[in-house]
């Protein structure tokens, strides 16, 4: 790259892409999750939203790399069994492949979502059709980021439907094409608003 003094959100998006990698490579929990998700092998998966911005986050404030990151997400897709005991399965293989691990790795099959949404947040949520369509629901566009690892040529997959300039611009914007109500825009926004006070809340729309 070749942007001496350009902030990293105005870069085009193959630089910006280039930096995340960069970035996420400084945080080793997350460096160690992605390498133990790519040998599970899981059908679509991706390590997503928190862990990544907030690993850019910590960066570009000074933090330490790992600092105020609650868990790591890991999504994956199968809708070939949409039982609990299923995506249960997978989740008692993940513990054992993230032992030792010293963070909390959050693993969740998207293609059963729609089975216990409501119930969670009370309202319907459809059936994602692949996990990229699960990230573009997060009711944060900013956190709608997924990365994942091949693990025999080290190749980084990016997915980022909304680009990476509020990431690195610190901006948390909501996605009016997601499905989560208003009041988790609010609770996310004002936890994380916390632990990084440089971030900028755009308000929802329907904000006094």
Not at 20 to 34: A, C, I, K, Y
Request: proline content about 8%; charged content about 20%.
């Amino acid at each position: 790259m070749d942007h001496i003094g350009v902030h990293p959100a105005r870069l085009p998006l193959e630089d910006q892409i280039h930096l995340l990698r960069e970035t996420l490579g400084s945080n080793p929990v997350l460096v160690d999750v992605l390498h133990r998700a790519a040998e599970l092998a899981l059908p679509g998966w991706y390590l997503t939203a928190g862990c990544l911005v907030q690993t850019v986050w910590n960066a570009m404030t000074g933090r330490a790399p790992t600092a105020g990151i609650k868990d790591y997400d890991l999504f994956y897709f199968d809708d070939s069994d949409l039982s609990w005991a299923a995506e249960d399965a997978v989740i008692r293989s993940g513990a054992d492949a993230f032992a030792g691990i010293d963070a909390q790795v959050e693993i969740r099959n998207e293609a059963r979502v729609h089975l216990w949404y409501s119930q969670r947040f009370g309202i319907p949520c459809p059936t994602y059709a692949s996990t990229e369509e699960a990230i573009d629901s997060f009711p944060v566009s900013t956190c709608c980021v997924g990365v994942r690892l091949d693990p025999d040529t080290e190749r980084w997959r990016t997915y980022a439907p909304h680009g990476l300039s509020d990431v690195f611009g610190l901006v948390l914007r909501p996605n009016m094409s997601g499905v989560a109500p208003r009041e988790v825009y609010l609770s996310k926004t004002a936890r994380w608003l916390h632990e990084w006070p440089e971030l900028r809340v755009i308000p929802w729309p329907d904000s006094p």
